[in-house]
């Protein structure tokens, strides 16, 4: 796709349930994120994949988040056993592995924990 | 470690006026890249400027230009003739070595008519 595309939208999800949310970067971008942003609030970081290297997890806030990113390509942020504060909206981003380029955001998965 | 701080929650102008939005950074490293992001209401964020560390330069972008002072590791983003349709969450953010970006909290601007 020309975007990157973050599925689903929309998540409702019963507290102490598993989620998983999925991001399709832009085909040859190396580098993906995932940010995490509360409402109104700031993109608190969450993890880094670029290329084949081991990915950054320094911004995983428990044991219950982890993320894969397979072929290079496609991510898939898991949420275990949900907690009422893990609701946010959920950012993927894509950028080319050089230093100064744009990273480009898809629209974001808002997951509420009921 | 990285960090960036915006320190302006939230701004409010009337159109057509001059808004500046302030970020501070921290970083070690002498190669580095700066960028304002614009995240409106419908969520999707949007590059607005991106300057470059070793270009003494400030970035422009037609209304948006930047005060970029190295020295004081400061990064402010002014917008000329405000609009309607600058309303929005700005991020500052900062990308360096091994490419993490890291963005600060956010400055919240309304641009009323």
């Known amino acids: 796709g020309a975007g990157v595309s973050q599925s689903p939208s929309n998540k409702v999800t019963e507290k102490g349930k598993d989620v998983e949310l999925r991001c399709d970067p832009i085909s040859g971008h190396t580098a993906l994120y995932w940010y995490r942003q509360s409402l109104g609030q700031g993109l608190e970081f969450l993890i880094y994949?670029?290329?084949?290297?081991?990915?950054?997890k320094s911004g995983l806030p428990s044991d219950r988040f982890s993320a894969e990113r397979t072929g290079g390509s496609v991510s898939t942020l898991t949420i275990q056993r949900t907690q009422q504060e893990d609701s946010a909206v959920y950012l993927c981003a894509s950028r080319l592995k050089t230093l100064n380029t744009e990273a480009f955001f898809g629209q974001g998965t808002r997951l509420t924990v009921v | 470690a990285q960090t960036v701080t915006q320190s302006q929650p939230e701004m409010s102008v009337q159109e057509a006026e001059t808004v500046t939005l302030s970020c501070t950074y921290d970083t070690s490293e002498s190669n580095y890249y700066l960028f304002w992001y614009k995240q409106p209401p419908s969520r999707q964020m949007i590059l607005v400027i991106r300057?470059?560390?070793?270009?003494?330069q400030n970035a422009t972008e037609n209304r948006f230009s930047v005060n970029f002072q190295k020295a004081a590791k400061s990064f402010s983003l002014k917008i000329s003739d405000s609009q309607l349709g600058d309303t929005a969450m700005y991020f500052c953010?900062?990308?360096?070595?091994?490419?993490?970006?890291?963005f600060g909290q956010g400055t919240r601007l309304t641009i009323n008519p």
């Open positions: 300057q470059e560390a070793y270009k003494q």
């Open positions: 994949f670029q290329g084949n290297s081991a990915p950054d």
């Open positions: 953010a900062e990308s360096q070595g091994a490419q993490k970006l890291v």
